[in-house]
């Protein structure tokens, strides 16, 4: 059972920046696909980022230039760098991870870490 813990969420002013992680129990593999999404009160849980194991990255049109994902395979975590946050970026931000064995799709949740950036 695959395990993820997110940290680094906090409180900053607009226009700050965070960086948060998502450490994995057990190894990244090249064909998973590490996601991070966020769901603000009210709203559906949206995508914000992937990075596989091999490195090729997508971000949501809303927070390209201005949330990098990257990874570190050698410590089985998943960095997202967030910067020029907007209160509209308040939210709690999960890790999840997509992994296919034996032909059959895992995906896989962290518990979420709260991002509040005041106006």
């Known amino acids: 059972q695959v395990q993820l813990v997110e940290s680094g969420g906090g409180l900053v002013q607009a226009g700050g920046s965070l960086r948060l992680s998502c450490a994995v129990s057990?190894?990244?593999?090249?064909?998973?696909?590490m996601g991070w999404y966020r769901q603000a009160p009210g709203k559906q849980r949206e995508l914000v980022a992937t990075?596989?194991?091999?490195?090729?990255?997508n971000y949501a049109d809303s927070m390209k230039g201005r949330f990098t994902i990257s990874g570190d395979n050698a410590k089985n975590t998943v960095y997202p760098q967030m910067n020029s946050l907007i209160p509209e970026d308040t939210g709690v931000y999960y890790c999840?991870?997509?992994?296919?064995?034996?032909?059959?799709?895992?995906?896989?949740w962290g518990q979420g870490t709260q991002v509040t950036v005041s106006a």
């Open positions: 990075i596989t194991g091999g490195g090729r990255t």
């Open positions: 999840n991870m997509m992994r296919i064995e034996r032909f059959t799709q895992h995906v896989y």
């Open positions: 057990g190894s990244i593999f090249s064909l998973d696909v």
